[in-house]
């Protein structure tokens, strides 16, 4: 059997620098530093998102939202930024309330990693910096701004739980938990199943570790867990209209592809390396003699992973609902890592500094990429200072093919910061019935209301979606807008847009105004 954890450092004793308060604060303190220079986060799906938060706050006032747009507060288990914007955008502007709420994302997962560290194994292991650039996985890089949030908030719930179950305060974690489960629910129910997997399974543990048989244990940790359940009234109520569809089970490809992109940004070659590294050091970690994995993280890691291979990949029309969770479970296994007795201080040094390496790397690497693509989206967004409030603006933004193209699209919802900046009508939004606040009632544009219709590809790419560009500029309806703005485009014929007149040109930027013009705006009052 494997040992328990090794005591805290005793008091008077002191502290390897990965130990420390200050190595604690500065953790948390780096998580932020990729999102300084951007002045908004480049996340893929986040700029669809801002469209939505600008009507949410400025329909009761905005004449051309309300022409284009129907936003409803409803009870759902996906509001986290959107309740945050809220107050916050209307006391310091919508953008830098969603830069603020985004950075403090990253923040609050690292330091939920090292408290859920710190606890289980009553020390900092010098080999936790291989699991906290995990914080910006692909999750959150593709924008699940939500989902992530509400991760953030199960991490460090999860930390007071196992914090509360040490000192045997099973009443009062049970009083603290209710509310807790209700809050991370609300921020996204994928962040709440996750909470109840790991209290379920870090209470299996425990119990199990106390001597009682893997049943009973499993039984008590339900138990446990239960107080965690009451959200689950909520997610009935919400989900007794129906809408949202729940498919893709068991799709081996799709998931391979989710495990092997955990870390994916922009270069190939670093992010798989990187991957690779941290599958080393787990490897290392389970064969060295001296170091060994956690039974309560490694079990907590192996539920996770289960879950990840039983869930589909759309659950309620939320895409990806699996590879979500990969990030995760290799941040687990990581954090699992830990010295099998007293600490080998000589063997632990390197492995910080090894560990500490490979952070500051992927932070670099990770800082530079969004410096490259907020530099690409400013340039990208001149294009609106061209077009008047309230227009119609067709986005169309061209994607790469899978086997050419590793970098995040993340252009791909760019047209959302139409509704950000001049409250116009985009093609960029979500259609996914029962679980969304805004809806499109532009009925004029059709099919080209919502995503994905701002999706082109070239031609020649084998996928049966999005559309070829050049099938988009045939078949968009013309009188229903004002611009077309296209964003990366593949090559296409400037023909079928007739006597639209080009307006602004950049690098991969095109902005067409339609003739005859439209209406510029509907009017005020």
């Not at 939920?112 to 996985?137: I, N, Q, S």
């Not at 991760?151 to 509310?179: C, E, H, N």
């Not at 379920?200 to 359940?229: I, K, M, P």
């Not at 997610?235 to 498919?247: F, N, V």
Request: glycine letters at 6%; hydrophobic letters at 50%; aromatic letters at 12%.
């Amino acid at each position: 059997m494997i040992p328990p954890a090794a005591p805290p450092t005793a008091p008077g004793q002191p502290r390897p620098w990965w130990e420390s308060r200050a190595f604690v604060v500065a953790m948390v303190l780096l998580a932020a530093v990729p999102l300084l220079y951007p002045p908004i986060p480049p996340l893929v799906d986040l700029l669809g998102h801002m469209g939505r938060y600008r009507v949410e706050l400025d329909i009761g006032t905005s004449p051309f939202l309300k022409t284009y747009y129907a936003f409803r507060w409803s009870v759902m288990g996906n509001l986290g930024v959107d309740l945050l914007v809220w107050p916050l955008g209307k006391l310091i502007g919508l953008e830098p309330a969603v830069k603020l709420i985004v950075i403090a994302i990253p923040m609050m997962t690292v330091a939920g990693m090292l408290w859920v560290a710190r606890e289980v194994h009553h020390r900092l292991p010098p080999t936790v910096m291989f699991a906290l650039p995990f914080a910006y996985g692909h999750h959150f890089l593709f924008g699940f701004v939500n989902y992530a949030l509400s991760v953030a908030l199960a991490l460090l719930a999860f930390g007071l739980w196992l914090r509360l179950g040490r000192l045997r305060k099973y009443r009062l974690r049970a009083a603290l938990f209710v509310p807790i489960s209700f809050l991370v629910w609300t921020c996204h129910t994928f962040g709440w199943g996750m909470l109840g997997l790991l209290a379920f399974s870090a209470d299996a543990v425990r119990n199990h570790d106390e001597g009682r048989g893997w049943l009973r244990s499993a039984f008590r940790a339900a138990l446990h867990a239960a107080v965690l359940s009451l959200p689950i009234l909520l997610m009935l109520a919400w989900r007794e209209g129906g809408g949202g569809i729940t498919t893709d089970w068991f799709n081996w490809r799709n998931k391979w592809f989710s495990v092997h992109t955990v870390l994916r940004d922009r270069w190939r070659e670093w992010d798989l390396v990187s991957f690779a590294l941290t599958a080393i050091m787990l490897l290392f970690a389970i064969v060295h003699p001296r170091l060994t994995l956690s039974r309560m993280l490694t079990f907590t890691a192996l539920v996770l992973l289960a879950a990840f291979a039983l869930l589909p990949r759309l659950i309620f029309g939320s895409a990806y609902a699996d590879m979500r969770l990969m990030p995760f479970v290799v941040a687990f296994f990581l954090l699992a890592i830990r010295f099998r007795r007293e600490t080998d201080y000589r063997l632990a040094r390197v492995l910080a500094v090894v560990a500490l390496t490979f952070l500051l790397a992927r932070t670099a690497s990770v800082t530079a990429s969004l410096a490259i693509a907020a530099d690409d989206q400013r340039e990208k967004l001149a294009a609106l200072d061209k077009v008047p409030m309230g227009a119609r603006v067709l986005s169309l933004v061209g994607v790469q093919c899978r086997d050419r193209g590793w970098a995040l699209w993340r252009n791909g919802h760019i047209g959302g910061m139409t509704i950000v900046r001049r409250e116009g009508l985009t093609n960029n939004h979500w259609e996914n019935p029962g679980a969304q606040l805004l809806v499109n009632v532009y009925e004029p544009a059709g099919r080209f209301r919502y995503d994905p219709s701002q999706l082109v590809r070239d031609p020649r790419c084998r996928l049966a979606l999005p559309r070829p560009v050049n099938v988009s500029l045939a078949n968009f309806p013309r009188e229903a807008f004002d611009y077309v703005w296209l964003v990366d485009p593949p090559a296409f014929n400037p023909r079928l847009l007739g006597d639209a007149e080009l307006i602004h040109q950049g690098r991969g930027v095109y902005l067409f105004r339609l003739r005859p013009p439209a209406a510029e705006a509907p009017p005020r009052g």
